[in-house]
């Protein structure tokens, strides 16, 4: 079973029209729960409209600074962003998650690299922990952020991201691109190919860099996780997380009834579901509690093993191909193929 907690909200503040910060206060017991790596998130869980809604948020604050902050962009029709923005009050309290995910960088004081970063609207959010974490505790190390967006004012964290590079001219970069605005210092257009291949010849053609982070659309992280291979990328060293998922269609292979074996927390279960339809949302529905946040394929909460049978992912940006070959799967995003499928959250 996930371990929910009760948050304060300590701090509400706009970032800009559409995009908020909260922070929380974190009583001294829970700490050590909520200790975090830069790069993860925490899961905010609220019943709106008699349903119990949960949403990942990237930590925006740097671990040291004991802070627990997330940003929470408005989404049109998105009810828990909605809500947040329109309801959710400094003082009140909520149910949380502690931090989880694996796109995560952790300097230390004796770090040298150089690491470059690229970001897109929100997706910023776990890159500024990061950039934060870098700057304050690795005193060595460098970074450059390429940060796209559609114009200055729909910017989020651009005063922050403008006192880091006035405090730190040496160590941290910024080239912004925007897609709608023309602005002196940055560069009109999105993040692309194109765009990319001109900035890494112009700007960087000297500059070694040692990790690639990126965090944004998808369309945006194929891309890049081509084009970096120019500029010195490789599967070892570029690191991404996908923001704004785009949700895919079951395949029409995928018909009929399946029988499920689900170990959670010791204890077994067997029912039947369809296949057609997530494995995640079978087990929800028996009102059992298997662990998940965005049901989206993008926070890999929801890894088990598949012990027998097979099943197959609508999507899978996550699981490397050797974690997919011992039998991880995402269950929000996984399909039953087999007649007798088991799965096991508890041996991940
Ligand atoms: S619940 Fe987030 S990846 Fe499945």
């Known amino acids: 079973m996930q371990p929910e907690y009760s948050l304060k909200v300590t701090h509400k503040a706009q970032l800009t029209k559409n995009a908020l910060v ?5 009583p001294e017991e829970l700490a050590r729960q909520f200790q975090f790596i830069p790069g993860q998130y925490i899961t905010l869980v609220q019943e709106i409209n008699s349903q119990e809604i949960r949403r990942s948020y990237s930590l925006c604050s740097a671990p040291r600074a004991q802070e627990w902050a997330v ?7 998105g009810v828990f962003s909605n809500w947040a923005h329109d309801k959710l009050s400094v003082g009140d309290t909520i149910k949380v998650l502690p931090p989880e995910g694996r796109f995560i960088l952790q300097p230390d004081a004796a770090d040298q690299s150089h690491y470059m970063a690229f970001a897109a609207g929100s997706g910023i959010t776990p890159i500024m922990s990061m950039i934060r974490s870098v700057l304050t505790q690795a005193p060595h190390a460098k970074f450059t952020l390429v940060y796209g967006n559609q114009n200055k004012a729909e910017t989020m964290f651009a005063e922050d991201l403008a006192d880091l590079k006035n405090t730190y001219p040496d160590r941290f970069s910024l080239v912004s691109f925007y897609s709608r605005e023309t602005l002196e210092g ?8 194109s765009t990319v291949r001109h900035l890494m010849k112009q700007e960087y053609a000297d500059t070694k860099f040692d990790q ?3 965090c944004g659309p998808e369309a945006m992280i ?15 060293n570029i690191h991404y997380e996908l923001f704004f998922s785009v949700a895919q269609e079951p395949t029409e292979s995928a018909q009929g009834q399946s029988t499920l074996r689900v170990v959670l927390d010791g204890v077994t279960d067997t029912f ?8 995640l949302d079978a087990v929800l529905a ?26 197959t992912m609508i999507k899978n940006q996550i699981l ?29």
């Open 222 to 236: 194929v891309v890049l996780k081509e084009v970096l291979q120019e500029f010195g990328g490789t599967s070892t």
């Open 22 to 26: 909260l922070q929380f206060e974190m």
């Open 186 to 193: 940055a560069r009109f257009g999105r993040i692309e190919a």
């Open 71 to 77: 940003a929470i962009k408005r989404v049109d029709q």
């Open 286 to 311: 028996k009102d059992l509690d298997p662990p998940y946040s965005c049901q989206g394929g993008v926070c890999s909460s929801c890894i088990a093993r598949v012990t027998e049978g097979k099943a």
């Open 212 to 214: 690639f982070f990126l």
């Open 320 to 348: 490397t191909d050797s974690e997919v070959a011992e039998g991880l799967i995402l269950t929000c995003q996984a399909l039953a193929e087999s007649d007798v499928i088991s799965i096991d959250y508890d041996n991940v």
């Open 272 to 279: 039947v579901i369809n296949k057609d339809a997530p494995i």
